[in-house]
């Protein structure tokens, strides 16, 4: 979750034509949007808004500062603290829409102004973070802490603030913060410069296909969807597939063609490393620019610095856990391996299993093991059915429905938005916004955000967040609705866990509400509402077959089960690699090429032959798009632990047992970080975290 509290935004009057000639028009982030929930109105959101709302925004800011900082009174909760958790609404609204456009509707326009608006707002950032006068009333606050009658919220919140101005350079000498502010500027810049190259690689590939017969064993829907996308681009009678995953993924599986699963996967594995969109020099600039900022920070290695912010503590804590899931997940790997080996043996394949191989033949092994072919289950995984399966999930849950809002304002046609209320008293909770297919001017992958958070605002009125997510499935084609893929129900499920914990929080502050918990924390309620997604329970309530209707049958609800801990050693070595390969990035002081240090690490942890990084180091966007999982891409696994051990008390009480859901929502998705992540932890599991929970989940013990 991005935080806001260090960013303001104002807006000016732009000119545009009227009835009667010129007239004057507002810029829509100067005020209170007039829409229902304070939606914001993307139909009148230009472009050319956004620096305007910026610049004028930053100048508010200033003043907000300026207000604190001036004050004679001593520095108290209510005019130091409480102050800086709305320095400006106008650009937390400008901010809330310019980063969900940055990743999911990056249109040239767009990306050529956000260079000009990202260093506007890290120099106002910088201006917050680093101002000594601000930093000398917050440490005067915190020092007394205990003594003026604070409550333990109030508190936590007071301890937050000096934590992160601390952690970010704000107790440095004022050479030392001239230094960390061009690092900072520096490191941005190279943030937008991956990013767009990715974008940018990521849209310039494609493999076209003119012969049919290469399209043998693709499900009818991905054949369907390359032809679409040859269509688009003037192709007659041929098929293009790219390298976004709903493209991707199934030919990679299902593909018989070795040449095209071996074209596909090159690319994707090779994206943005050669010609103009090469990110191997900007990672390389990274590295040696965080290395850099950790020193002036006083540690001893980026990694160090990130780690001690989290659960983990140190470098070698989060690496010990990682070793504990890889070393058995590498050993379930190499009999996964054999097993498709020797499915390729007698069936005359005559070759050695390479990595563009594991997907098609792991599902080939699958099918012999469980008789269960995942092809036949995406007629019964149409979108809208799963969307109504996991509202009716959650529901059944946490007590809160999902009503949609068709009239609510759109930014693309194919976003739907939710009014989240209380089922018993139609009180409103939240809103929920859901943009699940690829375009060109979106990233890959999925996410959660919010454009709005829940707290306390500086009118007094405390108000209730608006949450988005996105994702990239497959798109409906032709007389046939977007029917998804077992992994892409998961991630669906996945999003809708974190978006969960960002609609139901009922902390009062607004950095102290839903996802704004520790990152080695946040990933737990997200992976946990997975579960849900494949029990029999839920899976008889939205699984229908899309042409006839029918439930599907128990035999596949049995093979899905059956098949649960299939190829979990290859996920888990996928994960566990890039953990430790973003873990080694944060120990080093550079890393002059790239690919030579992804090989050594590779050899370094024993990483197989037959499987790649997760995210090779051109397109890990996670640690090298921003600083959000650097260093602590772990946290993934250490989350895993925590839900897996959550996971078994439903099992063992009742997937649905309302006062096992009562105490996950009341301590997990409503707390938020007004309390120890531990602390919250232990008061609805009971114990501290089971490791061996994850192993057992996994099928390694």
Not at 363 to 384: G, I, M, N, S, T
């Amino acid at each position: 979750m991005r935080k806001l509290t260090a960013l303001a935004a104002g807006a000016i009057l732009l000119a545009a034509p009227s009835a009667q000639g010129l007239a004057e028009r507002q810029n829509p982030f100067l005020q209170p949007y007039d829409t229902k929930y304070e939606i914001a109105p993307f139909e009148k959101i230009q472009t050319s808004d956004f620096i305007p709302a910026i610049k004028a925004g930053i100048a508010e800011q200033d003043e907000a500062i300026m207000n604190i900082v001036r004050n004679r009174a001593t520095p108290d909760f209510d005019n130091t603290i409480l102050p800086l958790e709305n320095l400006s609404p106008i650009l937390e609204r400008v901010s809330g829409v310019f980063y969900h456009y940055m990743e999911a509707m990056s249109t040239p326009e767009f990306a050529a102004m956000s260079e000009e608006a990202i260093p506007l707002l890290n120099d106002a950032n910088n201006k917050l973070m680093l101002n000594d006068l601000l930093f000398q009333r917050i440490k005067s606050v915190y020092d007394m802490r205990d003594k003026m009658g604070l409550n333990a919220v109030q508190k936590r919140l007071v301890e937050k603030y000096y934590r992160q101005f601390a952690e970010q350079g704000a107790a440095l000498s004022a050479d030392k913060k001239a230094e960390l502010v061009k690092i900072n500027d520096e490191i941005s810049r190279l943030f937008i410069q991956f990013n767009r190259n990715l974008l940018n690689a990521t849209n310039q590939f494609a493999v076209v296909v003119y012969d049919e017969k290469e399209l043998a064993g693709l499900p009818e829907s991905s054949v369907a969807q390359a032809a679409e996308e040859a269509k688009s681009r003037g192709l007659k009678d041929m098929w293009v597939f790219t390298l976004h995953a709903p493209s991707r993924l199934p030919v990679l599986q299902y593909a018989d063609s070795r040449g095209l699963r071996k074209a596909i996967y090159e690319g994707y594995t090779n994206l943005a490393s050669y010609g103009e969109n090469s990110n191997l020099p900007v990672i390389s600039q990274i590295v040696k620019l965080r290395n850099e900022k950790a020193k002036l920070m006083g540690f001893d290695t980026f990694a160090q610095m990130m780690t001690s912010r989290v659960m983990a503590k140190t470098p070698e804590a989060a690496t010990e856990l990682l070793m504990q899931v890889f070393e058995p997940a590498v050993k379930r790997s190499h009999e996964e391996v054999a097993d498709m080996q020797a499915y390729v043996d007698a069936n005359g394949g005559g070759f050695k299993i390479a990595p563009y191989d594991y997907y098609y033949y792991a599902d080939k092994v699958k099918k012999q093991k469980f008789d269960l072919d995942e092809a036949e289950l995406r007629p019964y995984f149409a979108l809208d059915n799963v969307l109504k399966g996991m509202f009716d999930a959650t529901e059944k849950l946490y007590g809160v429905k999902m009503v949609p809002m068709p009239d609510a304002p759109k930014y693309i046609d194919d976003l739907q938005v939710f009014d989240v209320v209380d089922a018993k008293t139609g009180e409103h909770i939240a809103v929920w916004m859901c943009d699940y297919f690829p375009r060109d001017t979106k990233r890959q992958g999925a996410w959660m955000e919010q454009m709005q958070s829940a707290g306390l605002y500086g009118d007094g009125s405390y108000k209730r967040p608006i949450v988005y997510n996105v994702g990239n499935f497959s798109r409906p084609t032709p007389g046939t609705p977007a029917l998804l893929t077992i992994d892409e129900v998961e991630t669906m499920f996945h999003e809708f866990g974190h978006a969960l914990q960002g609609m139901l929080t009922t902390a009062p502050y607004k950095s102290l509400a839903g996802t704004n918990v520790d990152r080695d924390y946040v990933e737990m309620c997200s992976q946990i509402n997975e579960h849900w997604a494949f029990e029999p329970e839920v899976l008889k309530t939205y699984a229908r077959h899309y042409k006839t209707g029918e439930i599907i049958p128990d035999a596949l609800i049995e093979k899905i089960s059956a098949s649960g801990k299939f190829n979990q050693g290859f996920t888990t070595t996928e994960l566990a690699g890039s953990a430790l390969l973003d873990m080694m990035y944060g120990a080093q002081a550079e890393v002059n090429d790239v690919k030579a240090f992804e090989e050594e690490v590779a050899k370094k942890i024993g990483m197989p032959a037959e499987i790649t990084f997760r995210y090779r180091s051109p397109y890990f966007k996670h640690i090298f798009g921003d600083d959000g999982y650097a260093s602590g891409y772990y946290t993934y696994l250490w989350a895993q632990v925590l839900e897996a051990d959550a996971w078994e008390l439903f099992k063992q009480k009742g997937i649905f047992d309302k006062k096992t859901a009562a105490s996950f929502k009341k301590n997990i998705l409503e707390s938020g970080d007004t309390e120890d992540a531990m602390v919250l932890f232990k008061r609805f599991r009971g114990h501290n975290p089971d490791a061996k929970a994850l192993l057992r989940l996994r099928g390694f013990e």
